[in-house]
């Protein structure tokens, strides 16, 4: 089971090399300030993801006049409101 571990930043320092290795794991590192969420330590993956050209077809839909800048808006950029 993976965990989440809240650490503050004074803790962080001293065992950065241990919360790392944890974070390697798995587990979810936030190191605090002041009580409260500051960082997250995360690994770093050894290769960016690949893209997927088409993966959001069919989900975005544009309306008809999407191109349509209407007038009250166009006035006011010109001045004439």
């Known amino acids: 089971m993976r965990e989440q571990l809240r650490v503050t930043l004074h803790e ?3 065992q950065l090399f241990q ?3 944890r974070a390697w ?3 979810r590192v936030v190191i605090t300030n002041a009580g ?3 960082l997250d330590l995360l690994p770093h993956p050894d ?3 690949a893209r997927k050209p088409g993966r959001l077809k069919g989900k ?3 309306s008809a006049d999407f191109d349509r800048t ?3 808006v166009t006035d006011g ?3 004439r409101l």
């Open 36 to 38: 409260k969420p500051y």
């Open 77 to 79: 950029f010109e001045g």
């Open 25 to 27: 794991r798995g587990d």
């Open 70 to 72: 209407p007038v009250d």
């Open 12 to 14: 962080a320092k001293s």
């Open 60 to 62: 975005i839909r544009m």
């Open 47 to 49: 290769t960016p993801q």
């Open 19 to 21: 919360l790392g290795a």
